[in-house]
C-alpha cells in the first residue's frame, strides 16, 4: 500500500475510509445495479399527452415533433390502445377544434372533439384513465386561454366557461380533469361544479406551476394554440420565482386539487423536488414539447443516443420526486423499459 493510500485510511474514522470502503464494488455487474438502484422507472408512472382532431383517417404528423400526430377519433383509440398494451397508466387528451370563436364555445360543447373522443376511449378501453385538459387556448380565435378584454383575460369570467368545460368532459367519462389556464380560483371553481353537477369523484389535476415557458413552442404549432397577439406572461407564471411557484402549489392544494403539477418538467426540476417535500399529494411533472423536440433534433443529427438520454431524462425527472411523469415519450420508454427486462 503507497504511503498515501495508508495515511488516509489510518487518520480516518474506522470503517470511513479508501481503501476499505470501496463504492465501486456496487457497480460492478448490470445484476448488481439494478439491485442497487434507487429510482426506478416504469410505465406505469407515464401519462401520454394526445391530440384529437376532427374528421376520419386523419394522422397528420407534428413536425416539430417527430413521432407525434394529430389524430382523428379511428386513429386515436388505436394509439390510445398501443399505450395501453405498453403499461402507460393514462393518456391526456388536447383538442383541435372544427371552429374556433371569442369564448371557445367548442370546450364545453357536449358533442365536441374532446367529447367525443373521451367517450370512445371510454367504452372501448374502460381501465384506461383518461384525463382531460381544460383550457380555452386551443378554442379561442385569439389563441388565449380566457376571455379576452381590451385589458387582458378577464380571470372570473373565465372560470365559469372552465368549470362548463370540466364538467362536460366529466359527463363524457373523463377520470381525471386538467385545469391549464392559469386563471386563480379555477380548482376552486371546476371542484365545485363537479361536485354540483354529480361528478364528485371526477379528480382534478392542477397545473399549479405552470411557467411561461419558451419549451412550449412545438405544442403551440400541435395543438394550433399560439395567441394571435401579445403572450401569457401576465398569467402564467415568473420561472424565476420559486416562492411564488409553492404560493401556486398551496392555494391549488387549498381549493381541492387531487394531484399537484409542476411544468415544464426539467428547468424546473428543484420545483418538483420542493413540491414533493411540501406536499402529500402525488407529483406531476410534465416533460414539455420543447424538451422533446430538443432531444429528438439532438438524435436525427446523430449527437446523442436516444433512448439513453430519454431514460437517463425521465428518471432524472423521477428521481427528483415526481410521481407522475407527462410525457411524450411515453410509449417509446415503455418500449425500451420492456426491452431492458
Known amino acids: 500500500m503507497s504511503s498515501l493510500l ?28 439494478r439491485l442497487v438502484r434507487e429510482t426506478t422507472l416504469n410505465p406505469a408512472d407515464f401519462v401520454y399527452p394526445l391530440f384529437v382532431t376532427h374528421g376520419r383517417d386523419v394522422r397528420l404528423p407534428i413536425e416539430p415533433m417527430p413521432g407525434q400526430s394529430q389524430f382523428s377519433l379511428d386513429h386515436l383509440l388505436a394509439e390510445a390502445a398501443e399505450a395501453a398494451a405498453l403499461g402507460v397508466s393514462a393518456v391526456l387528451l388536447f383538442g383541435i377544434p372544427e371552429h374556433k370563436d371569442a369564448l371557445g364555445t367548442e370546450a364545453y360543447d357536449p358533442n365536441g372533439v374532446i367529447q367525443e373522443a373521451v367517450a370512445a376511449i371510454k367504452s372501448a378501453m374502460p381501465d384506461l384513465v383518461v384525463i382531460t385538459d381544460v383550457c380555452l387556448c386551443e378554442y379561442t380565435d385569439h389563441g388565449h386561454c380566457g376571455v379576452l378584454t381590451d385589458d387582458g383575460v378577464d380571470n372570473d369570467a373565465t372560470l365559469e366557461l372552465l368549470a362548463r368545460s370540466a364538467v362536460s368532459h366529466a359527463d363524457a367519462g373523463a377520470d381525471v380533469v386538467a385545469p391549464s389556464a392559469m386563471m386563480d ?82 428547468p424546473y426540476l428543484d420545483l418538483v423536488t420542493r413540491a414533493r417535500e411540501a406536499f402529500a399529494h402525488p407529483i406531476a411533472a410534465y416533460n414539455v414539447s420543447g424538451e422533446y423536440a430538443m432531444l429528438k433534433a439532438a438524435a436525427a443529427n446523430g449527437w446523442i443516443d436516444e433512448r439513453a438520454a430519454m431514460l437517463e431524462m425521465l428518471t432524472g425527472i423521477k428521481r427528483a420526486g415526481a410521481d407522475i411523469i407527462i410525457t411524450y415519450f411515453a410509449k417509446d420508454a415503455a418500449k425500451a423499459l420492456r426491452s431492458a427486462d
Open 6 to 33: 495508508r495515511s488516509s485510511s489510518e487518520t480516518a474514522a474506522p470503517g470511513a475510509a479508501f481503501p476499505r470502503v470501496r463504492l465501486r464494488r456496487l457497480r460492478r455487474s448490470p445484476a448488481m445495479r
Open 185 to 266: 380560483g379555477q380548482v376552486a371553481a371546476i371542484r365545485r361544479a363537479l361536485d354540483d353537477a354529480g361528478h364528485q369523484e371526477t379528480a382534478v389535476m392542477a397545473y399549479a406551476s405552470k411557467a411561461a415557458s419558451a419549451y412550449y413552442g412545438p405544442f403551440r404549432i400541435a395543438a394550433e394554440s399560439a395567441p394571435r397577439s401579445g403572450d401569457r406572461r401576465a398569467y402564467q407564471m415568473d420561472g424565476a420565482n420559486a416562492r411564488e411557484a409553492l404560493r401556486e402549489l398551496e392555494q391549488d392544494a387549498a381549493e381541492g386539487a387531487d394531484i399537484l403539477m409542476v411544468k415544464p418538467a426539467l
